[in-house]
Nanobody
Framework: QVQLVESGGGLVQTGGSLRLSCAAS????????MGWFRQAPGKEREFVAA????????SSADSVKGRFTISRDNAENSVYLQMNSLKPEDTAVYYC??????????????????WGQGTQVTVSS
């Protein structure tokens, strides 16, 4: 069992930066692939980025490549999403997710079995 709590969302201007954090509790965090997804109003939840259990591999959506970076600290039971050069189209609720079984890449919602409650990111133009 893994419980996830996101933080770090907020309101930022175009071109600004935010760092999202996801604090995990549970024995299996360090063995879990972790991901970030986002959902804008009226749209489906979409993949943003993922990282393997040891941080050895990462994957990100084309829309955020070069701007967003996912990382993790297993000693702190945390995963992060550094978001730079933010655009209005990045506005969404951002969700942290954990996948407790193996398999890579993990870019689809159904691959994750634990989810946080989400944190709002709003980018003003």
């Amino acid at each position: 069992q893994v419980q996830l709590v996101e933080s770090g969302g907020g309101l930022v201007q175009t071109g600004g930066s935010l760092r999202l954090s996801c604090a995990a509790s549970g024995r299996s965090f360090s063995a879990s692939t972790m991901g970030w997804f986002r959902q804008a109003p009226g749209k489906e939840r979409e993949f943003v980025a993922a990282i393997t259990w040891n941080g050895g591999s990462t994957s990100s959506a084309d829309s955020v490549k070069g701007r967003f970076t996912i990382s993790r600290d297993n000693a702190e039971n945390s995963v992060y999403l550094q978001m730079n050069s933010l655009k209005p189209e990045d506005t969404a609720v951002y969700y942290c997710a954990a996948r407790s079984i193996g398999g890579w890449p993990a870019t689809l919602r159904y691959m994750y079995n634990y989810w946080g409650q989400g944190t709002q990111v709003t980018v003003s133009s």
